[in-house]
């Protein structure tokens, strides 16, 4: 409640700031002191303190689960702002704005990890998403920038209809639109209420495959994350990613048994679909910013894996996952930003005239290859470890691995360009803090690759 | 608590080496890091040490365990020998950014005592990648022509491998009784036969990449003929020990049914290998490729015989991991020696040396016997104890594993006369004086080769206790 109401005043507070004051330092800074304050206002609601405290009627149900995710989610959004502010600056005229639509973003987050009614759910993702496209038309002089906003526009709101329609059956079949839907049994004569119940849930389903880029509906995600500020990819594909993914499960999570057997299959395909279309896609790429767009696509393949059953393993790698995924992203974008081209040539010979970032993006690299000493590993493992628990045929972890390797291969030809090929790379002016501010993110990766339980302790005590 | 100093020395080191930009002092580190580490092998084998027991991941349920029995010394008595022995060795050879080849060294070494040492499942995992990890980037910097490519073969080979692994670690470990990785429990874990059939796969799949075993062994010549040198002697002195050792500590004893059924394709693999590898040696003209197939084969030798489950076998494969090292690597230092002063490893456009430089020819001849095992040699003893159990475990399949004893001695014959003697090349006469320092490791080595030939006593009371583990119930 309290990050609903916080983050949403912020916004608003924000919207006037960029009216007021002209210095992109001072919005930044208050930017910044917001995040503080939307943290410190969640993590007093995981203590038990709000700001406003009144019965949602069922609207929102605040677990310890969604409250830390939450919390997660602004941690990584405020170092995203806090590395990614100076190139945010130039894009378009009014930075402020673009500061006021990241907190109305995260007040959608914040609605996607606590509805307890399906209305919400739609509502969380509208308030999600239209700052997106927004986001995505930033670069107004830009005709890619323009392109991918609409199609991501179009694309968007026919999901979102979609989700509606979803919800629209499942209350023709239960009466309810809860998350605890009253239970039907078919055999009773409630044939026909079945069958509306798992088509609403599938068009659910689609839907929200829709939002977190899953194969086959992912086919916006390339053109819209390779045409959108860079800047911007970088946050699309990680924190709003990973507040998609929240409320997949959320929803799934309790409503998966009423799809039966077929749910097993229906999932099982939308993730070798996944992993299929975004690794291989993602070999063939010849530009780095696309070629993470699918990678981003692939990833998203080994976060479904958290749907396939209720475990601990399933949430607490979801949050790992999401984490160390965001981090790695943006890290590397925070690399990409700084290339005046996004081609692997551009990359040639960063190894010897960048030692450090090009150490750095390697951490990155590996992280999102899921190698050990780098967080990467342990979201991973706590996937393939919720499919295991979660009873899943062996057939399925082995192609994911078989994945896994492949996945290997893109990210080290990254690798390769830096190091073991000579030449001048294609770099903009880095200054030493801005590299320094990358190092953190490493150091957080690299921790988190020895120790993840340091991020799971707070999910119980 | 004394385990724990395998893993601080060459890390330690190898970051203190990163800020270290002038050649000889790092080599100077490099050096004395290794050297200690090769004292605290000496202090672990006569001295008990405990088991060093911490909490590292409470969720998981996984422990950082690092303990050493028989098994695990030899083999870091192995490790700790080759790093001092290939940094003397190659000390002179230019490297650019030595100190950062280095330190990757030494992580490397860190890696490989993880795994020795690791009993703890993932634990162990996290080491075999971790030893991995620095040798892609070796090979890739400082390799020859063909590196990348060979290189990254390599690496997504052995990645794919241990992923295996990683899905076997997970299955296994949810069916531990108590939800641990410690591999006490792993060889109590409640699998059904079918189950241990499947985790028994995906184990050997990651091991038998690392040994290699005949189909999987396609990245090997390649990536021991790209490296350098000095990876070249790490790779196949101690890694490839890796994956027997994977075998022996967590394959037989973790899934004995499974082990016992699929004996004899694994068996009938090792010695395809085996043959195919030998065959293919005789017609290698690049030294370097010669030794690559060599030990393909002498590993093929060894997995064959581990599968047989005989005790006396076992023991030959043990005291063999580390004959195998130590003979192997004193080649590649020759090998070595040979290329940087006549810059070919083509045996056509040598010829002479026995003539130019007698020591060195001297010490060629020894390392060949030794790589054919002729008695007196420290392989000998542990050969003939492998053949002795293949053909207790089936005639046929030690006559055939028996003809590559043959082929090595025509390949390896082969190479000493084209090497050693016959007319002088133009290239062998460039020849300056001899490296020292490369030479001496070569003297030390060959004593171990013959001290440990005439007297391997003391390595049967090494791998006793492990033995009496494996076979002892």
Redesign the interface.
Known sequence: MNAIIVSALLGVILMFCSWGIKSPRLQKNITLVGFLVLIVANLAQLNGWYVIDFDTKGMLSFSRFGLYANTLLFIVTFLYIWINAEEVDQIGNQSGDFYALFFFILCGASILTSFDNLLMLFIGIEILSIPLYILTGADKKNLLSNEASLKYFLMGSFSTGILLLGIAFIYGATGSFRLQAPQIVPSQGFAMEQYLLSAGLILIFAAMNFKVSAAPFHFWTPDVYDGAPTVFTSFMATIVKSAAFVAFITVFHGQAKSLGNSWELLLSFVIVATMLVGNITAVFQRSVKRMLAYSSIAQAGFMLFALYGVSDFANEGILLYMVVYSLATIGIFGVLIKMKEYSFEAFHGLGKSHPLLAFLTTVFLMSLAGIPLTGGFFAKYYMLNALMVAGAGLWLVIVAILFAAISVYYYFRLIQAMYFVPGTPAIKEVDKTYTYKLLVIAILLLVLGVFPNLLFNYLYF | MFLLSFLLIPIIAAIVLLFIKQDSKSQLIAVGAALLSLFAAFYILTNATGAFDAAW????NSRFVLQADGLSKILILLTAIAFPAIFIATGKNIVNNKNVFLSLMLFTQAGLMGVFLAGDALLF??FW??AL?PVY?LC??WGGEK??AVT?KF??YT??GS??M??GI??V??KTADHNFLIESFKHANLTTAQQA?AFALFFIAFAIKMPIFPLHTWQPDAYEQSPTAVTMVLSAVMVKMGLYGVIRWLLPLFPIAASSHAIMVIDLSVIGLLYASFIAIKQDDIKRLIAYSSIAHIGLMSATLFTNRIIGTQGVLIQLFSHGINVLGLWIIADIIEQQTGTRSMKNLGGLAKKQPTLAILLVAFAFANIALPLTNAFVGEFLMFNSLFQYNPWIAAAAGVSVVLAAIYTLNMVQKVAYGTMSEAVDKMVAPNKNAQGVLIVLIVIVFVTGVYPQPLFELTKDTLQQLFVK
């Open positions: 991941l409470p969720v998981l995992y996290f990648e971790l990890i980037f890739s910097i590196r990348i990254f690496f997504i990645f794919l992923l295996f990683l899905i997970i299955l470990y949810s499947i």
